[in-house]
Structures are given as C-alpha cells and as structure tokens.
C-alpha cells in the first residue's frame, strides 16, 4: 500500500507539473507581486538617482573620465559642483555639437532612443485612450463574478467579444502610421547628419574615405599592379589608385598575443609576491609552463617569475625573427587601394557592390584598427563552413534556453505553481504570503535578465570566428543576431509556449474523434490569446525593472564596486589599476539589442495590457536623460562607424511593427470574428491585409530614397562630376603621391613591457638575484617608455617596419629584466592614454585624445596627412608636462599632442543628384605640399640617415623604390 501510495503521489505530482506547463499563467494575478515590483523598481531607482546627484561633483573619476581625458575638442561642457546642475549642462547642448564632441555613432544612438521615447508617447495616448475604455466598459455586463477578476486583467482583450476589437484594427492602423512617420522623420535627420559626416574635415582628411578593401583576391591578381587591373575591370576612373597587396605575417598574431599574456601574468605574479614591500612570502610564485614548453621545463611547477621572464625575452626574439623575414614572396589573398579622391573610391566600390571583378570582394575600407585582420585572408570556403558551424551553435544555443525559459516562466512568474510540486515550500507560502509575493514581483524579471547577460559575449565571439571582416560590421551582426534570439527566446517562448502545449495536449487526448477534428475543437487561436494577457502582466513587472537598470548604468554602481573589489581583494598590477581609471567603451550592440527588444514588448504587450506603454514611455524618457550624459561624461566610442547602425535600427523597428500587427490580428481571430455571435465580422481581418503590404512599400522607399545615399559619398566618379577638377591638372599630380598605410599591425605594433609599482623597485633586484641569464639576453630597464614610436625602415610605401631599437644587453654582472617602473601618482589613464597599448583598448583610434590614427602615421612612418608640428623635432619637456612620457614636440608644450588641425562644425549636406555638391571642395588636404615643406626643416628623429628629402613617391620595402623599379600610375596604365 505504501508503494502504492508514492506511485499514485508521484502520478499525482506529475500530473500537476504538465498542468503547469500546459497553462503557467492560470491562477489568479497577485497584485502584490504587482505593488512590488512597482515599490522596487522606482524607490530603489529613486534612491540610486539621488546618490548620483550627491556623490558626482566629488567623483569626476568615475563620473566624468571621458570629460577628463579629452582633448580641447571633444571635451563636453564644464559640470557645476551642484548636485543637479548636470541636467541643465546636458539639456543646452545641441546636435551638431555632439557630433563634434562625442562622434556620429553616439549622437544617432541618442537619436533613435528619441525617437521610440516620442512613438510611446503618442502611441499611449490613443492606445490607453481607446483600449482601456473599450475592454473595460465592453466586458463588464459578460460576466456574473466581475467583481472577482484582477483589475489588470480587466483591461485586457480577454473578456469581450465581436464588433469591439474594431477598435483595435484601428489601434494597429494608428500604431503602424506612428512608427513610420517617426521612422520617416529621423531618415531624413539621419541624411543630413550622414552627408555632413562626409563632408566634415576630418573625413575627407581620412585615409579610409579615399581607400577600399579587396578580399578574395585572385591568384594571378595578388600584386599591386594586379589589383589596378581588378578594379578598373568594373568601373574605370582618371585616377589610377595606389594599391598595396598584403603579405603573409606567419605566426607573428599568435606570437604576439602570447608575449601579451605572458607580460600580464608576469605582472600578476610579482604584484602578489611584492604586494606588502616590507614582508615579501615565503616562497615565491609557481606556475604551470605552457603547453610548447612542456618539453624544456616538463610538466611540474616552476618558478613562476624566472619561467615569464624567459619566456616574454624568448618570445621577443622570435617575433623579431618573423618580421624581418616577412617579404613579397608570399602575398596574400586581399589588398587594398587609396585614391586621390573619395568620389573615385566611393563610385568604385558602388560599381561593384553586387559582384566583385575576377570574383573577389570589394568594400569601403574600414578604419586600420577596425579591421579583424585575422579574417581578411579567410577563404569562402572556409567563411562557408565557419557560418553553417556557428549557425548551428547558435540554434543549439536558442533551443538549449527553451527550459530554463519554460522553468522560469512556470514557477518564477508565480510561486503558487511551485508550492504544487514541492509540499514544503507550500507550508512556508501559507505562513507567509506578504514576504514571497513581493520576492516573486522582483525575482522573476531579475533572473529573466541574469540569464542573459553572457550572451552578446557568445555571439561575438561566433561572428569573429565566422569571418566578419571589421569590428563595427561584427557589432552590426551581433545587434541583428541578439536581437532574433531575444524575440524567440524571450517573447514568443517565453509568452506563448504554455498555451501551445496545452492545445497539443487537448488534440492528443481527443484522438478517438479524428486529429482534424480535435484541433479545430481545440481553438489555438484561443488558448494563445488567452496565455498572452495572462503573460502579459509578467511584462509589465519586467518592463517596470528596466527604470532600475538604468539608474544602475547612471549611478555606476558595477563600475565603483568592481574598482573597489580589486583594489580590497586582490593585488592590481600597474598596468590594471591605469586601465580601471580609463574611459569604458560603448557597448552599442548590447544598448541597442535591449531597446528593440524593449519597444518590441511594448508594442506587442501594450495592445494586450495598455498599462505597459506609458510605464515604456516613462522608462524611455527617463533614460533619453541619463544615457545622454554618460556618452558625454562617461563611456566613449571605441570603433567610430559614422553611423552605420541606423538602417538594422529601420529595420528591427519595422518587424517589431509587424509582430504587433500579428498580435492583433490574433486577438481578433480569436474573439472578434471567432465567436459565435460574430461570425460575419471576418471583414476586421480582410481590414488587416493592407498593414503588411504598407510596410513593404515604406521599406522599398526608404531604401531607395535613403540608403545608398547613407552609405555612399558619391556614386560618380571625380572627373565626371561638372565643374570638377581635370586629373591633368598640375595641382592634382601633387596629390597622386598619396601613399596607403594599411599594414598588418603585428609587422609594427610595439611590444608590452612589463610595469612594476614603484614602491616595490628596491627589491627587484632581490627577486631577480638568483635569475640565469642563460638562453638568452637581459635588456636594460628604461626609466620610462618615451614615446610609441618605431624606427622606419623607410619611408614610403609598405606595411612592413621594423620594430624599435634592439635594446642594449647588460654587462655579466647585471641580470635586471626589460621592465617600466610606475610611480604611485602616475597610476592614471591620464598618463598614458596617448600609448598604444591604452588606446587601442580604451581609446578607438585616439581622434577623443587628439591623434587620430587615421589622419596620423603609424609609429614611425611619414602620414598621409601631416601638419608642420608632425614634422618638428622631439625635445624633452619641462617638469610641468606629462609624465607618461620624457620627449614631446615642438609646439605641444602648451597642448601636448592635439595632432591634426579640425575644421569647426560640419559643412551643410549637398542636394541628392551625385549625392555630392561639386561646390563644395571635396579634394583631400595636399599633403605633399606640407610634408616638402617640412622636409626642409628638421627631420623626424630615427629617420633614415641616407633620405635626401626627395619624395620617393610611397617606396615600399625590400627594395620597392622608384629608384630602382618603375612603379608609376603610367606604367599600371600601360599593363592594359
């Protein structure tokens, strides 16, 4: 009997558990958990906003490290000390000057959160104007016990019938006209804000704007007269451009990343052992050899200090042995090509959108330090398999979140359900009723988001793997990607599963009347609408904890307690505790995958609980204020793409628009035209076909109206644009010397050098006393790096340069490492942001602090574009400037460093015909004019001893000089 009884408890356990599953929202709404939700999310968001306002003036550290470290130009309005005074600062502020300021990027992100703040403003007004009204007032006389139904769901679609849901085939007419006037409005804003981008200074000053990127180069084409030829296959220009195909670098990423890590975990290791100065451990640091070192130092611990230090000078050798092997021998499968002007590159790369010439791949070239230089020599092959392999992860991965998402909306959404399963937690929910109903309100929309907050990390990942060739095109992909996975996952799922089930259920239990008819006696469309406005409070508890989302971005409370965490619990390196003072950058993909995803529940669920779209449009106004002040004051744009987010934003928004539409014609299938008294109203769902076919047309007339002016400067080549310059002309000679400097960074990028606290430099020497020096050199530990830059190899033309000054051996005596020592007032990202291990990470392509890499050279090599304070001769600086480094120019002693003059403001977008106003100069800056005039003064310092001056017209390395070999535009010409 005992047996018996377990078996018919389990039987009666597991019967409950797929009750649950089959209607996970069936019990009673628990308003509590309502006022909760309500009571936590604005009382705590409240008390995070307030600390902000206190803690701001006495921290500009962390609440204002962008506004720190900017230079003149970029640097946003001067804060008050009063505790409010950064709302009126922010609320002054115009457009134009955050495009100055904090980029294009930013500002059109700033845009598109205005514009869904103002599409729930209006659509509140007539969406809870209509709605609540019809639902309320519709339903009441259907029901005997109305006094007993929840007053949220009360305003819900689930109680009334018929000719009523006209009013919400005209809700979703008024929805769709909403978004798409909204929609309208901004493309046009984001035109103008697009063209003015390309017509600033600093873009046509750019090396990017004027040059492409060909990958999939044929065999036969992999030169850099080959590469003329592919292009002007396909559209032919006067200008012939100055072409570059890349070379095989080996192993030198690889190499490189190791030295990194190695650097890295050296410093971690000796910030533990030299943590407290005045009693170092007992023994010293051990460690695991890395797998290729298994074979010299076997597989059991070693000196962790000895073991990094040898491997980190190992290393350096072997990556110095690669680049002066890297020759033209071994050329790879992409390249690319500079031109005069950004019409001929922009008109060529329009040329060959769809198809490239010889079967390779032509685009805009991104910025040097966008581009995954990892992915360009990646073949289709390869890209194929890699995409079909990630697709195939990513679906594994969506379909693995279809439990959790089914547990958490089960028994999280209400603790009832679980108290059914597990008798024990019944007991404690009876005692305690108050307690758990607010636990529910705040636990399920918390866990909902914890259970997401890795996955953009995986996503990109996957993208980088799958072979996306720039970084902002993989954050492009990322947002598209996030955004399909959340709307499966998180919505439909989440919302829709339960009712689902519980109709596959119904239809297996009535097989004995036939499958066809057990399903139409089933009603799907029913049971769905019905699990929807139950869910649909769910939503609004969740969207109510996005106000505390973003008082937590504002107050920056992850920020100072991951800072304080370090600094309390462990022992930071230098290098960790200058990159924790450091700007943070941007997450674009994640901010924008949260406010699709955000708008997409709201025009969704608001139709079904109205009450969701002013909490939306409160949300949404609110953080419109604090996200414009953290791009100014806080976080920067790592990877500038001038506003290439905007059409995948157009896009989302438009099937958001969509989905909605399919929510209301559910709503209306299922009660207004499928119930018994009004059959005949099947006119409301013919009513809305047109929806569709009206976002299709608005779709095709933007894209043919807006975007290939978005992308593009000029479809039209320079010389056939009226009134333009002849190629002939004297003055355009000078500027066909302009060289490329696209080159692989791991050909010049300057190694780390390992940071040591000051504090700790006496016993340096103790720690290293007992150190072989056998196998390989010590180097002399400089003072201080003084500057990021390497010594050409030549000037000119090429990728490949030569690493730093080999580094001077110590005498026999001497075993002291290559190592930096920092003092404690130097552990400042304000010391180092013009260094290149800082700024790659934490500083884009260095235009916030001054020097863009775009407009200036690489370390060590001649710029494209070059000022006269470039070309001036280093001199120490007085005691008063910058300690991060000992030599500065002449010139900076009062703004250190500010790089290439920009012009103020953007100049006025040009009319659509050519998409550019001839008018407007639109040639580069005559570059070689300034670099002649400065070769008559003071060469830079490392220059090659045996340049006379001359312009060697771009000659690369390994012996491709004009001197010797006739690389000319003529001859390119002549291969024809």
């Known amino acids: ?65 962008r506004a720190k470290h900017a230079d003149e130009k970029h640097r946003p309005i001067p804060l008050g000390k009063k505790p409010f005074s950064w709302l009126s600062a922010i609320k002054d502020v115009k457009e134009q000057d955050l495009v100055d300021k904090i980029g294009l990027d930013a500002v059109i992100f700033l845009r598109f959160m205005r514009m869904i703040r103002n599409i729930f403003l209006v659509v509140t007004v007539f969406g809870c104007g209509i709605l609540i009204p019809v639902t309320v007032v519709g339903g009441a006389p259907l029901y005997e016990q109305w006094h007993n139904i929840p007053t949220l769901m009360k305003i819900t679609p689930q109680y009334i019938f018929g000719t009523k849901f006209w009013a919400f085939v005209i809700v979703a007419y008024l929805i769709q006209f909403t978004v798409c006037s909204f929609l309208w409005w901004n493309y046009r804003a984001v035109f103008k804000l697009r063209r003015a981008y390309f017509n600033s200074q600093e873009y046509k ?266 970084k902002t095109s993989r954050e492009r992909h990322v947002t598209a990607r996030l955004y399909a996975f959340f709307v499966f996952n998180n919505l439909l799922v989440f919302s829709v599963f339960g ?67 370090q600094r309390t619990f462990s022992s930071p390196t230098p290098r ?44 949404l106004a609110m953080d419109c204020i604090f996200k414009k002040y953290l791009l100014q004051y806080v976080f920067i744009t790592k990877t500038e793409s001038g506003g290439r987010f905007w059409k995948l934003l157009v896009n989302r928004m438009l099937f958001a628009v969509l989905l909605a539409n399919a929510v209301i014609a559910l709503v209306v299938g299922a009660r207004g035209v499928g119930s018994i008294n009004s059959i005949e109203n099947g006119d409301m769902l013919y009513a809305m076909i047109p929806l569709p076919l009206m976002l299709a047309a608005f779709k095709w007339f933007c894209k043919k109206s807006y975007d290939d002016k978005l992308l593009y400067y000029s479809t039209i080549p320079y010389s056939d644009l009226e009134g333009s310059q002849h190629p002939n ?38 720690v290293y006393s007992n150190r072989s020096t056998a196998g390989h050199d010590i180097f002399e ?68 602090y001054g020097r863009p890499d775009d407009f200036s050279s690489r370390p060590g090599t001649p710029s494209t574009f070059t000022t006269l304070t470039d070309m001036g001769q280093y001199r120490h600086r007085d005691a008063a400037g910058s300690r991060s480094s000992s030599l500065t120019r002449l010139g900076e002693i009062e703004e250190p460093e500010q790089g290439t003059s920009y012009a ?29 005039a400065s070769n008559s003064r003071q060469p830079l310092v490392g220059r090659d001893e045996r340049d006379d001056g001359e312009d060697d017209g771009g000659a690369g390395y390994f012996g491709r000089s004009l001197r010797h070999e006739d690389t000319s535009y003529d001859r390119f010409r002549e291969v024809r």
């Not at 078996?7 to 309502?34: E, H, M, R, W, Y």
């Not at 679906?395 to 603790?415: E, R, Y």
């Not at 001839?918 to 300034?930: G, K, Q, R, Y």
């Open 781 to 848: 530990a400089p003072h201080r790096q003084s500057t990021d830059r390497a010594r050409p190899a030549t000037l000119g033309y090429g990728d490949t340069f030569e690493m730093e000054e080999p580094r001077k051996p110590l005498d026999a005596g001497q075993n002291m490492p290559n190592v930096e020592i920092v003092a404690e007032d130097d552990l400042d990202f304000e010391n180092f942001k013009k260094r290149a291990e800082f700024r790659e990470q934490f500083g884009g392509d260095g235009e916030l």
């Open 205 to 470: 000053a750019s090396l990017h704007s004027r040059s492409l990127l060909l990958t999939h180069i044929p065999k036969s084409s992999r030169t850099d007269t080959g590469i003329v030829e592919l292009i002007e296959r396909s559209k032919q220009t006067d200008d012939v451009p100055r072409t570059a195909i890349s070379r095989n670098v080996k192993d030198l990423p690889k190499l490189i990343e190791s030295h990194g890590e190695a650097v890295r975990k050296l410093e971690r290791h000796l910030a533990r052992y030299l943590r407290n100065p005045n009693q170092l451990p007992a023994a010293r640091p051990t460690c695991k050899v890395a797998k290729e070192d298994e074979a010299s130092h076997g597989k059991d611990n070693v000196d962790a200090i000895d073991y990094f230090t040898e491997r980190i000078a190992r290393l350096e050798v072997s990556i110095r042995e690669v680049r002066e092997s890297v020759d033209m021998r071994n050329p790879m499968s992409y390249g690319f090509a500079s031109y005069t002007h950004i019409e001929d590159a922009h008109a060529v790369a329009y040329a060959t959108r769809k198809k490239g010439p010889g079967g390779c791949d032509v685009y805009l070239a991104p910025k040097p330090h966008d581009l995954l230089w990892q992915n360009l020599a990646m073949s289709r092959k390869t890209r194929r398999i890699r995409k079909f392999w990630d697709g195939v992860w990513i679906l594994l991965f969506t379909i693995a979140f279809i439990v959790p998402n089914m547990l958490t909306s089960v028994f999280l959404s209400d603790f009832n359900h679980l108290a059914l399963v597990w008798p024990a937690f019944q007991t404690n929910l009876t005692a305690h009723p108050t307690g758990w109903a607010i636990a529910q309100g705040i636990l399920a929309p918390s866990v909902q988001t914890l259970m997401y907050m890795g996955v953009p990390i995986v996503f990109r990942r996957l993208f980088t793997h799958a072979g996306d060739v720039s």
């Open 576 to 619: 960790e505790l200058i990159e924790l003072s450091a700007p943070q950058p941007f997450p674009y993909a994640d901010y924008y995958n949260n406010y699709l995803f955000v708008s997409t529940v709201g025009l969704c669920m608001g139709t079904l609980q109205p009450v969701i779209l002013p909490v939306t449009a409160f949300y």
């Open 499 to 565: 009712s689902a089930w519980r109709f596959v259920a119904s239809v297996i239990a009535a097989q004995d009347r036939g499958v066809w008819q057990a399903i139409q006696d089933g009603h799907l469309f029913t049971q769905i609408m019905t699990g929807l406005c139950s869910v649909s409070t769910f939503w609004l508890t969740w969207q109510m904890q996005r106000n505390l989302g973003a008082a937590i971005d504002l107050s920056q409370v992850w920020i100072m307690s991951w800072r304080w965490m």
């Open 904 to 932: 103020q403001g953007y100049q006025q977008a040009p009319p659509a015909d050519g998409f550019v106003d001839v008018s407007i100069p639109a040639t580069p800056l005559d570059a070689d004019e300034v670099l002649r």
């Open 729 to 766: 002309h004297p003055e355009s000679k000078r500027n066909q010397k302009i060289a490329s400097r696209y080159g692989h960074p791991a050909l010049y990028k300057k190694l780390l050098t390992p940071m040591v606290h000051a504090k700790s430099q006496h016993l340096l020497k103790e």
């Open 1 to 65: 009997m005992e047996l018996g009884r377990r078996q018919n408890g389990g039987t009666s356990t597991t019967d409950k558990f797929l009750n649950l599953i089959a209607d996970p929202f069936q019990a009673q709404v628990q308003q509590n958990s309502i006022y909760a939700a309500i009571v936590y999310s604005f009382v705590l968001s409240g008390l995070l906003f307030l600390a902000f306002c206190l803690l701001r003036p006495r921290n500009s550290r962390v609440y204002a490290p």
